[in-house]
C-alpha cells in the first residue's frame, strides 16, 4: 500500500512524510527492484490470495503523481495492468466535495491547528494532545453533512485541493496502464453511519464505471475500516475485492496489505531470512 511519492524535490509536503504517509520514488523503485531480485513476482490481486510467491502495488487516494508513476513504473518494469491498483476517492477527483486527511492537512497549513479544534468542537489548551490524532478520529467518524457545514470553516482553496488529485481525464489515462478501484466518496471510516456508506460503495463504482468504461472490481476501504455489514455492502455491490489493512484468511473483502512506508524493512528482512 502506497499514498504519496514524491517525484521531484519538495514536492510533497513533509507533514506526509511526518505521519508515514510518503515515499520517494527511488526508494520506492529500489523496494520493488529488490522485491522482484528476491524471487518475488508482482502479479493481480487474486494472485497474491493464490500464491505466497506474489505481491501487488495498490496506491490509495488517487493523488496527482499516481499517473506519472504508473508510466514510470510500466516503462522500468514492463507491468501489466493487473499488478497495479489506483483506489480513487471519487468525492476528492469527480465530484469536489473533498474530505478526508489530506484535506485536514491543507487546512492545518492554513489555519492553524488549534483554530482548527474550534471548527470541530474540540479544545487543544493542553500541549500533550495528539492534535492530529483527535481531529482525525473526529473528521473519520461525522457524517458528509456534518463535514460539509465544517468545511466552510476550514476556508478551503479549492484550488489547492484540486491540484492535489487526480482529474477525470488522468483517471481515464490511468485506467489505461493500471486497475482503477473504488475508494469511495467520502474518505471517512464507512462503519459509521451505515446506510450512507451503503450508498456511496455503489454511487462510487457507478461513477468510476461511467468514466473509464469498464467494470470497477475492486474497493478500498478508507482508512482500512470495516466491518462485517460493510464487507457485505462491497459484496452486494458487484465488488470482486475488498482491500483493508487487517487481513482475513479465505475473505476476499478483507485482504490485508503493508504500508510500503512502514513496513518496507521488515518484509525486507523477512525475505532474507
Ligand atoms: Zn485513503
Not at 506526509?16 to 531480485?37: G, M, P
Not at 506474489?54 to 507491468?79: P, V
Not at 478520529?137 to 466552510?152: L, T
Amino acid at each position: 500500500m502506497v499514498h504519496r511519492i514524491e517525484c521531484h524535490e519538495n514536492s510533497v509536503p513533509d507533514i506526509y512524510f511526518k505521519r508515514n504517509l510518503a515515499i520517494k520514488k527511488d526508494e520506492l523503485i529500489d523496494f520493488i527492484s529488490n522485491l522482484l531480485s528476491e524471487g518475488l513476482k508482482v502479479g493481480s490481486v487474486k494472485n497474491t490470495i493464490d500464491n505466497s510467491d506474489y505481491f501487488h502495488l495498490s496506491f490509495d487516494d488517487g493523488f496527482k503523481e499516481h499517473l506519472e508513476i504508473a508510466q514510470e513504473l510500466k516503462e522500468i518494469f514492463g507491468f501489466k495492468d493487473d499488478t497495479m491498483t489506483f483506489a480513487i476517492n471519487v468525492g476528492n477527483s469527480i465530484t469536489f466535495n473533498y474530505t478526508g486527511m489530506d484535506v485536514l492537512y491543507e487546512a492545518i497549513g492554513k489555519n492553524g491547528e488549534s483554530a482548527l479544534g474550534q471548527c470541530f468542537g474540540l479544545d487543544f489548551t493542553n500541549a500533550e494532545d495528539d492534535i492530529i490524532g483527535k481531529l482525525k478520529e473526529r473528521i473519520i467518524a461525522i457524517s458528509p453533512d456534518e463535514f460539509s457545514q465544517i468545511r466552510n470553516c476550514l476556508r478551503l482553496e479549492t484550488k489547492r485541493l484540486s491540484a492535489l488529485f487526480l482529474n477525470s481525464s488522468e483517471i481515464r489515462e490511468l485506467a489505461q496502464l493500471a486497475t482503477i478501484a473504488s475508494h469511495g466518496m467520502t474518505h471517512r471510516d464507512l462503519t459509521n453511519h451505515p446506510e450512507i456508506s451503503q450508498q456511496e460503495i455503489r454511487q462510487s463504482k457507478r461513477i468510476l464505471e461511467e468514466l473509464v468504461g469498464r467494470e470497477i472490481q475492486i474497493f478500498s476501504y478508507p482508512e482500512g475500516r470495516c466491518n462485517p455489514q460493510i464487507q457485505q455492502f462491497c459484496k452486494d455491490a458487484g465488488y470482486v475485492y475488498s482491500l483493508s489493512i487487517s487481513h482475513q484468511q479465505d475473505n476476499p473483502y478483507c485482504i490485508g496489505r503493508f504500508c510500503i512506508t512502514n513496513h518496507r524493512k521488515e518484509i525486507m528482512r523477512r525475505l532474507h531470512e
